[in-house]
C-alpha cells in the first residue's frame, strides 16, 4: 500500500519543539516536514499542500496569525486544517486564534496523546468535508444537467405544439383559399380581355352608328356610360392587383406554416424570408403611434437553396423580425425618435462552399453587454409581463444549431442597434438526418 501518508507541516521557531513533534509525528507513521519561521512555512506551503498544519503562534518577524491569515485569504490554501500551538493559555489568545481561522488550539506544554487525537480528528474531519463537497458538486452538476435536459424538452414541446396545433390549422387555411383565388386570379386576366373586346366592340357602334336613337341614348346617360368604360378596365385591373396579393399571400402562409416532415428539403431560403416579411406586413406598416419601418433587402440570389427544415427556418425568421420590430417601437419612445428613420436589414450571403450566412440589422436601441449574455436563455425577456415570452431567441437558437447543425450569434452594443447572425450549413442536415435513420 503505498497511498502516501498524511503529511504534517510544523512551523515553530524554536528547535526543540520541532524535534519533539516531529519525533512523535514520525514515530506514528505521518510524514513531516518542518519550517522554522512564518515565511518559510508559506514558501514551503506553496511547493506541496500539506495535509494539516501545526502553527506556532509566537514567532519572531511574522507570527502565527499572520501566517494563518495568508493561508486563509488564498483559494488553494484555503481549505488546509491549522492547529494553532502556544505556550500561553490566554483565553483571547484562543479566541483570536479561531477568528483568524483556525480549527483547533494546542496549549503548550502538550501531552502526547492530546496532539495526536487532535490531529487525527481534524484529518478525517478535513477528508469528509473533501468528500462532501465533491459529491455536493456531483449532484449539482447532474441536477444542472438534468434541468437543462428538462428545459430543451420544454422548449421542443412549446415549439412542436404550436408549429402542429395553430400551423396546421393556418396552413389549411391557406391551402383551402389557394384554390379560389388562383380560380378567381385566372378567371379576372379573361375578364380583363372580354371587357377590352366588349368595350372595344361598343365604341365601333358608337363611330358607325353615331345617331342610335331617344332610348339608347337616355340609356347611356342613365348609366353614366362614357365614365363607365373608362373605369371598369381599371376597377378590373385593381380586382387583379389584389387577387394575386391573395394569391401569394395564400402561398406565403403555406410556405410558412409548411408542416416539416422529419427530414431536411431543399430550401430556397429567400422565400422563407420574403413569406415572413409578408405575414409580418401589418406589424411593418405605419401605425398611428410611429412610421413605417423600412426593409432593406439585401440578398445574394446566387446562394444555392440549402437542405433545412423550411417551417422552423420560417420561424426563426419570424422570431428575429418581431424582436426587431418590438426593439424599434421601442426606439421611437426616445425623445429624439423623429431624427431616424426605423430600418431593418437583412442580408443573405454565401459565407464559402459549405455556408450561407442571414444577417438581420435593425437600428433600435441595441443591447447593453448585461443583457445580450441572457438573451438566448430560456425565458428570458426584458419586455413587459403578457408581451415577452423570453422562448423566442431559446427556440431560434436551437432550430438553427441543434436541428440544423448552424450558429445563431448576435452582436450588438447599447445604442447601436443589434445584428444578429445566422450561419447554415448547405449540406450537413441531410448527412445528420442520414445518420439518425
Ligand atoms: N433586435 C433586438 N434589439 C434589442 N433587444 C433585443 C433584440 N432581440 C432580442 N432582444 C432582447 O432579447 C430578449 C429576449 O428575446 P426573446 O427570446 O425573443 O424573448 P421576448 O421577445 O419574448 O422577450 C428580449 O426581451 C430583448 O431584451
Ligand atoms: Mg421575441
New binding site residues.
Partial sequence: MHQTNPEILIVDDTPDNLRILTHLLVQQGYEVRAATSGQMALESIQLRQPSLILLDIYMANMDGYEVCCQIKASPETQDIPVIFLSALGDQSDKVKAFEVGGVDYITKPFQAQEVLARIATHLTLSQLTKTLEQQVQERTTELAQALQNLQQTQLQLVQQEKLSALGQLIAGIGYEINNPISSISGNLGFAQNYVEGLTDHLKLYQSEFPQPGERITQHAVKIELDYLTEDLPQIMQSMRGSADRIFRLSQSIQTFFRIDVNHPVLFDIHDGLESTLLILKHRLSASKHRPEIQIIKNYDLTIPQISCYPGQLTQVFM??V???I???E?AWKAPDANQRSLRIEIRTLSLDEQKIGIQ?I?N????PAK??A????YL????IKG??????????QQIIEEKHGGKLE?H?FEGQ??E?VITLPIESAVAKSNLEW
Fill in positions: 422570431n428575429l418581431t424582436n426587431a418590438d426593439a424599434l421601442e438581420m435593425d433600435g436601441p441595441g443591447i443583457i445580450r441572457k438573451i438566448f436563455d428570458f425577456t426584458t419586455k408581451y415577452g415570452t423570453g422562448l423566442g431567441l431559446a427556440i431560434a448576435c450588438s442597434g443589434a444578429f
